[in-house]
């Protein structure tokens, strides 16, 4: 089956860019999204279709995909950044949805 | 407003049978896909299957199939994830999600149920 692979944790300090990747063989050719979980809390979709927002997410979040690297950025890191961001993606050969095994977003 | 409404914490002993549901409101029930997620404890997050209750159209992980059932009551707005027979191994929290598409993520989430499998 498809493998997603996130590095497990990323430090970033407060201002700067956040750039949190997802790799998978010719992940590029799929659509891929992203969502936050803060501590206790459901996820929450902040990217769908590589780099679009659904609405109430900030600009400040933002997608992008080619080759076989997915990539989340995050601009101008505030405190409340501070969770656990997943990629996914539709495996169209194996009709099935895959999660990566989650990035870890620390705010220094 | 959209709203995915999950059922309450469940304990059970291994062995029993499970349901759990998702029940939808604020949009049109049988126009979206039904999404179910495992979160086992300190772990990420794994997908399990999903469902169109329009047609009960349903697609399910290899790694779930056989192991659980996804269902939709389309006159209650509610799907459902059910185990006829629990294992500790099932202790976590599932998520519901909506998606428009089942390629689509998920754009709106339940609560979470909590599964607690313990003798």
């Known amino acids: 089956s498809y493998v997603l692979t996130q590095p497990p944790s990323v430090s970033v300090a407060p201002g700067q860019t956040a750039r949190i990747t997802c790799g998978g063989n010719?992940?590029?050719?799929?659509?891929v999204h992203w969502n936050q979980q803060k501590p206790g809390q459901a996820p929450v979709l902040v990217v769908y279709g590589d780099s679009d927002r659904p609405s109430g997410i900030p600009e400040r979040f933002s997608g992008s995909n080619s080759g076989n690297t997915a990539t989340l950025t995050i601009s101008r890191v505030e405190a409340g950044d501070e969770a656990d961001y997943y990629c996914?993606?539709?495996?169209?050969?194996?009709?099935?949805?895959?999660f990566g095994g989650g990035t870890k977003l620390t705010v220094l | 407003e959209v709203q995915l409404v999950q059922s309450g914490a469940e304990v059970k002993k291994p062995g029993e049978s499970l349901k759990i549901s998702c029940e939808g409101s604020?949009?049109?029930?049988?126009?979206?896909?039904i999404g179910w997620v495992r979160q086992m404890p300190g772990k990420g997050l794994e997908w399990m299957g999903i469902?169109?209750?329009?047609?009960?159209?349903?697609r399910y992980s290899p790694s779930f199939q056989g192991q659980v059932t996804i269902s939709a009551d389309k006159s209650i707005s509610t799907a459902y994830l059910q185990w006829s027979s629990v294992k500790a191994s099932d202790t976590a929290i599932y998520y519901c999600?909506?998606?428009?598409?089942?390629?689509?993520?998920?754009?709106?989430w339940g609560q979470g149920t909590l599964v607690t499998v313990s003798s």
């Open positions: 469902i169109y209750p329009g047609d009960s159209d349903t």
């Open positions: 604020g949009y049109i029930f049988t126009n979206y896909w």
């Open positions: 010719n992940i590029g050719s799929k659509s």
């Open positions: 999600a909506r998606h428009a598409d089942a390629a689509r993520g998920g754009d709106y």
């Open positions: 996914q993606v539709w495996d169209t050969s194996s009709d099935q949805g895959v």
